[in-house]
Structures are given as C-alpha cells and as structure tokens.
C-alpha cells in the first residue's frame, strides 16, 4: 500500500482568520517537506503560496518555514508518512500561506 | 501604480547582472538592478558548486590565448570569435577582481589553486572550497553591490515584458510579486542578465526561475536570438538515490579532484567504445559524455533508473576526506558512503549554448537594450567549456554594465507604452492548474528536444507547445493577490513557450548533427551547417535564417 504523508498548511493572508487546509501528498523514502508542497501545487491546489527558487539544493535558503513550530528549510526537511504542520515564519511579515517577506528591508519595493 | 525611473535597468541578479550593476553604478549611472527572486538568491551562478575558468596562472604558465584556443575548439566552429575572446581576456581581470573582493579562491602556496577541467590544455579552473563557487562567488558580489552607492536593488519582481517606443527599449513592466500589482520602470538602458532556459526540463542543474525569460523579452521587443539549438546537457547530473539539499551537479568537482570511474549497468567502463577516452580520469567533453551515456542506456545497458553508475569506491576513504570534508557528511545524512556506494547519473539540462544575439559590447540590434551572461549568445558555439560559465557572467557583465552606463541620453519613456503590459500583469482569466502546464511542457521538451532531437519528435513538441499555448490562454488565472505562484507562473510560462518554439524551430532546421544538438536522422556533423542561425520575431511569427559565422579579427 502507497503510504502518504498529511500536510497541515496554514492559508491566508495577515487580516484572515487563522486556518488550515489539509492536503494528503504521496510518501516515498527521500522525499523533502518542499516535494510535497510542489506535488500540492502540481496536483490539487495551484494557489497555494510559498517561496522556493534553487529546488532542493540548499542555496537560495528561501524556503524557510515553521515544521512543527520549528524553523526548517523545506528543501532539505524530509516528508515524513505522518501528520506534519506547517506554518508561515513568525517574525517575519505574512505575505499569504507559508510565504512571507524576508528580503532585508532596502531590497523591497517602498 | 509604482513607477520607477533610473539610468541603468538590469534584469536579474545572478553573477552577470551583479556585475553589471555595479560596473554601471561605478561609472556613475544610477542603476536598478531587479529579480524574479530575492536578490542573489535566485538563478544559476548561486547554484554553481564548480571550477571558474581563466588563464590567472603565473606569468609564463598560461595566457588567455590558450584559453581561447580551447574555448574555440570546444564550440565546434561556431564560437562568435570575438564573443570568445571577450570572455577570455577580460575574464582574467574579473577573476582577479573577485579575488580582490575576497570571494577566497582555494589557494596552492601564494598561486590560486587550479583544476585541470576537460577540454582545457591546462590546469585553469579555480574555486571555492567546498563545492561553494556559486555561493561564494553570489554573497561577494552581493556585498560589493550593497556597498557601491547608486544600486536600488529589489527582489520579487518578474519582468513581463520590456517597453519600446520607436524601436527602442525605454524600459520595462514587471509583475512585483509580493503585492501582485504591476511595477513600470523606465529606463535609458536595459540589461537582460535572466541566465538561460534550463526549467525548460524536467531535471535541470540551475534554479527552478531560469525558465528562458530574457530570451522571450528580448524577441518581444524586436531583438535576434541565436543558436537556440544548442542546449547543453551535463552528462553525469545526480540520479539517484534521492539527494536533497545538494547541488545535482556536484559530481563535477569529485571527478576534478578524484577521477572516479564511469560504468554501465553491467559494472564496464564504456565510455571508450564511443570514440572517447576516461578511464579513471576526467578528460571527456561535455556532449561526447551526453552521448555515451545516452546511448549506453537506450542499448539496455543503463544502471537501474536509466543512467550510469559513478564510483569512487577504489578511492580510499581518507583521500575522499581530505578533498571534500564536509561535503562527506553531508553524502552521509542522505545515506550515501562513497568508499562503499556507487551513485547513479544521468544527463541533466545544465546551460544555453545559444541566447540574445550582441555584439562585444553586449548591445543588442535594439537601441537601449543589451544582454550579459547566459542570456546571450554565441561565445560557446556549438558547446561550452567547462567552467567557462561564470567567467562569462563576470566578463560580459562588466561589459554591459559599462556599454548601458556609457549609453547617450535621448530615448524617451511614454507611460502609454507601458499600459497593455501593466494591464496583463492585473488581467484575470479562467482557473488553470499552470503548474501542471509547466510540468507538461517539460515533459515535451526532455522527451523530444533533449540531447538527441528527430525531425518526428521535433515536430510532436511543436504541436504540444502550440496545444500547451492555447490552454494557458491570453490572461493570468484569478484575481491577483500577494504572493501568487499561479500569476507568477503563468508569465513564467508565457515566457518559456515561446523560448521552447525558438528551440523547437532551431533544431528543426538544424539537419545535421554538432555539439550539443544531435539528430538521430541527420548522425553527422555537415560543413555546410557550419553558420550560426539566427531568430527573430515578427507579425508573422518567429522567422529564422542562417548567417555566416563572424570571422575573427
């Protein structure tokens, strides 16, 4: 039997109540937090937001998240066959879902 | 709407568009230097964990002749001569620029440690230990950047299109992805430094936002693209198994420092019955490796995932220690011993051969518009050195940070250029999963427009990319909001449609077999293919012709 991991995301925005959406994603020893979070957006729910660019080799460092209320990189979280929640970085502003601002100050728009 | 207004627009923030912002700032533009992602985050050059290549040898052991010779031989007669050239000769100031920036290339004694790379003569190519040139090469020029007064830099913001008046480009409208509002920019000269097409396939060696996006911009407002065909492919791109929180292409430097022995599914040394030796050393080029590999697999002989196995297991563990320290434990946390694990490869899309046609002062045949880095093309001709990428991103963007800053006055920017483009960045279409567009498209392209290509396959990807095309439709998916993915890559992929069109047609016309482009129906190099071919875009669509290669001066 294929086993899945359950993904708990919170989604919103900053004024929205707090919510989660609840996605089961395939399970397969190797796979990082951030493949599942792609495998959301390619099979089931496109809008879901979150920031990544190098995918899985650890060098743009922006998908930085909470696991579990733990800072984790996505990319190099492993999925796990289990219930895994993920929350936006708290001290960070909130964009939407998991993403939030975390450019320094003078590299965003003013 | 937000409106900027600078001197110098540079699109992209890899090492090619950092360099070029800070020439132009130094030569006393005001400069606005924007990514797609954050600031020296996204792209290729953060990603390369490789060798930079440039004659910095000590007087007498090296010259940047040879390295052009190498260069030249390498892009199987159509390197753009004086492209190539640039890129040797200046590249050896820019590395020396680097190092007085304290990027830290790995050092022998009071010399700048060097590698022999294949297809070079020589020991050439420096780096960072461990496997951090990319990153180290990024964080330095980054801070150079910060530190050089005149640079705005602004992360989030995907260029949709550029703004012309006249035949010139007097700026650009972009998606700024944090609000998913429109942000217009104008601008006396632009710079297209958005590196190459690789998130063109499915497995690639570059960022996942290198998805052809200056090639598009560029075609849009009347530039000429050229050899579009010749995408390179890096033969041994990790496989499996599952290796996270790496560089797929870190396999490079251990052949460098260590050899490590290529082998087929039956555990043979083969790459040798392909008119190539390697034997335990790396001295194979790029395509001829492809193309073993490649070959090995479709004859049943491919390791268990359709690759080939890479051993280093006759290297003992001390030596492997020794020369990769911590990178070995970093193996480790994903299960891998060297000393006892054989890993799996297989080619992997890597680099663009071909790109934004300018001439040596990286100035497009559009006024107000130049290219540096991947995005232009012509200097690698038929296929790229190793290690010759970042030296290019450095050389031509230093280049075209001087050509931009030094572009005489007189475009002017109309805001009524700009309103069709500003209007698609807040358009709201039907729901579309563009995601799994994306996927398709990558599917088409790795399946048919891979290293080996047929008039057949070329022509079933044509069709795809046309039915890929009319379902992505004329507007974004929703309403915009912050942080849209979907809106970010609907343009994403409104770009790479037309770029895989542009390699599509290319390849197509291409009949013979050179480099990086091999044609299962046309097996062999002709001479008469020996000219470069060139794109353009027109109200009939995308129109290409041969030209003759430039002779070198």
Redesign the interface.
């Known amino acids: 039997m294929t086993q899945t991991a359950i993904l708990l995301v919170r989604r919103g925005?900053p004024d929205d109540p707090v919510t989660y959406g609840q996605f089961e994603v395939p399970f397969?020893?190797?796979?990082?937090v951030l493949d599942g979070l792609?495998n959301i957006?390619?099979?089931s729910d496109?809008?879901?937001?979150?920031?990544?660019?190098?995918?899985?080799?650890?060098?743009?460092?922006?998908c930085l998240m909470l696991l579990d209320g733990k800072v984790i990189?996505a990319?190099?979280a492993?999925l796990e066959p289990r219930e895994m929640r993920l929350d936006p970085l708290p001290n960070k502003p909130l964009?939407?879902?998991l993403?939030t601002?975390?450019?320094p100050p003078?590299?965003?728009?003013r | 709407m937000k409106h900027l207004s600078t001197d110098v627009l540079v699109v992209g923030a890899g090492g090619a568009g950092l360099y070029a912002a800070i020439e132009a700032a130094r030569r006393g533009a005001k400069v606005l230097l924007l990514d797609r992602s954050l600031i020296g985050r996204g792209g290729a050059t953060v990603m390369a964990q490789m060798t930079v290549a440039a004659a910095v040898g000590p007087e007498g052991t090296d010259h940047w002749r040879h390295h052009y010779a190498d260069t030249i031989a390498a892009g199987r007669g159509l390197c753009d001569p004086a492209l190539a050239r640039l890129l040797c000769e200046a590249g050896v100031e820019v590395i020396r620029e680097m190092d007085r920036w304290r990027v830290g290339w790995a050092r022998q004694g009071d010399q700048l440690a060097a590698v022999q790379a294949p297809g070079h003569d020589r020991a050439r190519c420096v780096y960072v230990d461990f496997l951090a040139t990319g990153s180290a090469v990024s964080k330095t020029l980054r801070g150079v950047a910060q530190r050089t007064p005149g640079i705005t830099r602004l992360g989030d913001a995907l260029v949709t299109d550029l703004v012309t008046r006249d035949g010139a480009v007097t700026g650009a409208v972009a998606l700024h992805v944090e609000s998913g509002q429109p942000l217009i920019v104008s601008a006396n000269a632009t710079v297209i430094a958005t590196g190459g097409l690789t998130s063109l396939y499915r497995r690639s060696s570059a960022s996942t936002n290198m998805a052809g996006d200056g090639y598009a911009l560029a075609l849009r407002a009347g530039a000429e693209l050229i050899d579009m065909e010749f995408v390179q492919f890096f033969p041994i791109g990790h496989l499996a198994p599952r290796l996270i929180g790496m560089d797929p292409i870190m396999w490079d430097p251990f052949r460098y420092k260590l050899g490590g022995r290529l082998l087929n599914g039956l555990g043979q040394e083969f790459v040798e019955h392909y008119g190539s030796t390697d034997s335990g050393h790396y001295v194979v080029t790029r395509d001829l490796a492809t193309y073993a590999i490649t070959k090995e697999v479709a004859a049943g002989r491919g390791s268990p995932n359709g690759g080939a196995w890479l051993s280093f297991r006759h290297v003992p563990a001390t030596q492997l220690r020794a020369a990769f320290g911590p990178v070995i434990d970093r193996l480790s946390t994903n299960g891998i011993d060297l000393a006892r694990d054989e890993v799996e490869v297989s080619p992997i899309a890597h680099y663009h051969m071909g790109g934004i046609r300018v001439n040596a002062y990286m100035a497009t045949c559009v006024p107000g518009l130049f290219a540096a880095g991947e995005a232009v093309g012509g200097a690698n001709g038929a296929n790229r050195l190793s290690g010759n990428a970042i030296t290019e991103a450095l050389a031509f963007g230093r280049m075209a940070g001087c050509s931009a800053a030094e572009q005489p006055r007189g475009l002017v920017f109309d805001a009524y250029d700009a309103q069709a483009a500003a209007e698609l960045v807040v358009a709201e279409g039907p729901f579309c999963n563009i995601a799994k567009l994306f996927a398709r498209l990558q599917s088409v392209m790795s399946d048919h427009v891979g290293p080996f290509r047929s008039a057949a396959g070329l022509a079933a990807a044509s069709d795809a990319v046309r039915a890929l095309s009319a379902e992505a439709g004329t507007a974004p998916p929703g309403k915009p909001q912050q942080h849209d993915l979907a809106r970010v890559e609907w343009f994403s992929l409104r770009h790479a449609l037309l770029v895989a069109e542009s390699v599509i047609l290319a390849a197509t016309a291409r009949t013979e077999s050179r480099g990086a482009h091999q044609r299962e129906d046309f097996p062999h190099l002709d001479p008469d293919w020996t000219c470069n071919q060139m794109l353009r875009l027109t109200t009939c669509g995308l129109q290409h012709s041969r030209v003759p290669v430039p002779a070198a001066t």
Do not use: V
């Not at chain 1, 397969?28 to 990082?32: F, I």
């Not at chain 1, 496109?46 to 922006?62: G, V």
């Not at chain 1, 003078?106 to 728009?109: G, S």
């Open positions: 925005g397969e020893p190797g796979l990082s792609r957006r390619a099979t496109p809008t879901l937001a979150f920031r990544y660019a190098c995918l899985n080799a650890n060098a743009c460092k922006e990189y990319c190099t492993r964009l939407r879902d993403s601002a975390i450019a003078d590299e965003r728009l």
